[in-house]
C-alpha cells in the first residue's frame, strides 16, 4: 500500500483519533490478500516501544505480545469496547498492558482495526496482579472440597470456605472472629495448641485423632493438616484443612468387631480364644490355678440342616448361642468353634465343679428348641481338656479337647469325658499318613493344579492360584486341609514348599519361552516356610535361576504369618525389592489388624470363602464382605474373592468393585495340561 493512499485514509478514519491519543501506542492493522494480519501504520510511540516497521506482520510488530493481543481480538468479535488487560513479557520483564480496540469498515468492504496500547504504571499493574493472584488463591479455597478455616496468629477465624458449612454446619459469619480452640474437643488440645505453634513458627503439620464441634453439638474425629502463609518470611496466616473421618473409623470399629466375633451367633470366635488364652494361661500361671476348656458338639446337627435348611439351621445355632449365654457364669468365655461346635473357658473351676458345669450343660440340652411352631429336639456331647496338665499351648489344648469329644461321639454321644493319654490312639492314621506324606515327593504323587483368577469386569484371565495335590497309593486323594497341617506340624512343609516354587517357577520359564499371554501365578507360603531366615534369598536364586520375570511371581501369605511386626515387615519389603507381588489369603478369618495392612506392602487381600458362602441371602456376608472390599481400596490393594460358586454372588462382588474373583463357577483347580488347552492355545 502506497504512502499517498495510507495518508488519504488516515485523514477519513484516524487522524483526529491519533492526535487526541498520542500519549498512547495507535497501530492500525488489516487482513491482506492471505489473511494474515499486517501492521499499516503506526504512530511514533508504537514504533519506538516495538522497534518495528510499517507493512509488517502483526505477529512480526508486536512479538510474544502478539498472541494475548490476538486473542482478545478474537474475543470482541468485531465489537468496540472498553479498554481490557493483559499481562506479558517485554524486553524480558513482564508487563502489564491495556488494550482497546476500534473498527471500521471501509467503502470497498475491507475492515481495519486500531489498536490502542497503554503501558500501566508499575505500581497499578503490581496492585492489579497482587489482585489477580489473591483472586485465584480464594477461588482455590472457597470451591475446595475439603473443609478450610483460616485463622491468624492470634488463632482467631478469619475466614471459613463453603464446605465447612456443608461438613459443620456452620456459616462463616458464625465463626467470624471466634478462637479455633473452641471448636475443638478438650482432651487433645494441649497437642492441638502445640500443633498450631509448630506451624506459627513455618511448619506444615498434620495431626490425627483430634475432634472437632459440630454445630449441633456433637464431637466428629477428624484428621487436620496445616499450612502456614508467609508474606515476607512471615506467617500472617494458617491455613487449616479438616476431614471427617467418622466414617472411616465407624468402618474400623465395624471391621474390629467382626474380626473378634463370629458374625452369625455374635459369640467369641477363634481369633479371640487365641487373644484371650494368652491372658487366662499367664495369670493361672501365676497363681497356680486351671483353665478348663469344655469343647461342646451338636449330635447330629446335620439332620437339623438337612430338614429345615441352612437358614433354619443357623436360627437353632443362635438360639442354642443364647441358651449357652444362659447357663456360662459371668467369668467364663463363650467361643464359637465352628459350625456346630462351641467351647466354653472356665478359670479356677475344679474338676468336680467342672464336670457339674458339664452336666448341667447337657441337662438343658433336653429342652427343645423351637423354630417355625416346630419343636426340634438335640443332645450334646462334650470334650473336656484342662491348662496346664493336658496341655500348655492353645493348639494342644483344643487338639485334645476335640478328640475327648470324638471319643464321647464314638461310644453313644450325650455325655461328658475328660482328655484321657490313650484317646491319642484313635489318631494312629495321622502318624501313617506322615510317614506316607515324606516320601510323596519321590514317588511322584505331588502334583500342582492351577484355578484361574478371573476378573469380574471383564472376564479376563491374568492370573491363576496353584493350589497342591496328592493321591496317595493307601489313603487315595487326601485333601489339602488333612496333610497341610500334618506336614506343617512335622517339618515336612519346608521341602514340599520348596519343591512346588521350583515346579510354579519351571512352569513360568516353559510359558514364558514359548511367549504365551504374560501371567502372574499364586503361591501359598505357610508361616513356617515364610518365617525362616533364608527364605527371601531362597527366593531369588529360584526366580535368578529359571530366568523368570519377578512379578509373575505372587507370594501368598496367610494372617498368622503377619503376626511378628518386625521380621514380617523386613521380609516383606525385601519381596517387594525384587518385584514379587504379595497377598494376604483367607482375610478376615485370622490374626491380622488395620495397623498390619496399614504397614506391610501387601498389594491383594483375598476373601475367604466363608464370607462369600450365602452372601446372596446373608445380609451380614455381604456387609462383611464389602467392608473388606471398601477397607482393601482406600489402603490402594486389590481384592480377590475366593469360593465364589453362584452368578448372584459374582454380580453382588462386580457392584461393590471387587476386581477378581476365583471358585467353582469358573473353574476348580486343574492340572497344568488344561491350563494350557483352556486359556493359551489360542492365546498364545
Known sequence: MGNAKIEERLEKIIASYIFDHSFKMSILIEKNKQGVFEVCYANSLAMHYFSGVANQSAASFFGGLWIPINRKLQKRQNQSSCPAKIRATHNEMSVMFEVGFQYHTEEHGGEVIIIELHERDD???????????QHKYNSIIDHNLDPIITIDRNLKIIYANRAVHLAFGYRFKELSGRSILNLFGEEKIAEFQLFLSRTLAGESIEMEGASFFHKRGRLLPMYLKTIPVLVDNEVKEIQLILRDTSVHQENNEKLLYLSYHDQLTGLWNRRAMKEHFKEDSHYALKSDKRVSFIHLGLDRFKLINDSIG??????????????????????????????????????NHSVPKTEEFAQRLLNDFGKPFYYNHQEYFMSASIGIAVYPEDGKTLEDLLRKSEQALVFVKDRGRSHYRFFQEEMNMSFTDEALMESHLRRAIELNELTVHYQPQVDLKTGYISSFEALLRWNNGKFGFVSPAQFIPIAEE??????????????VCSQLKEWQDKQFKPVRIAVNISPKQFSMEDFVDKLKKKISGYGIVPSSLEVEITEGALTKMDETLTTLNELKKIGIFISVDDFGTGYSSLSYLKQYPIDIIKID?????DIEIDVKNEAIAKTIINLAHNLGMEVIAEGVEKDLQATILLEAKCQKAQGFLYSKAIPVEEIVEKYFKNNA
Request: glycine share 8%.
Open 123 to 133: 505500581i497499578a499493574a503490581e496492585r492489579e496482579l497482587q489482585k489477580e493472584l
Open 310 to 347: 441352612h437358614n433354619g439351621a443357623d436360627e437353632i445355632l443362635k438360639m442354642v448361642a443364647e441358651r449357652l449365654k444362659v447357663i456360662c457364669p459371668a467369668t467364663a468365655r463363650l467361643y464359637r468353634n465352628g459350625s456346630d461346635e462351641f467351647i466354653v473357658s472356665l478359670q
Open 490 to 503: 512335622s517339618g515336612l512343609i519346608h521341602g514340599i514348599g520348596d519343591w512346588v516354587l521350583d515346579q
Open 609 to 613: 470363602r466363608s464370607f462369600i458362602k
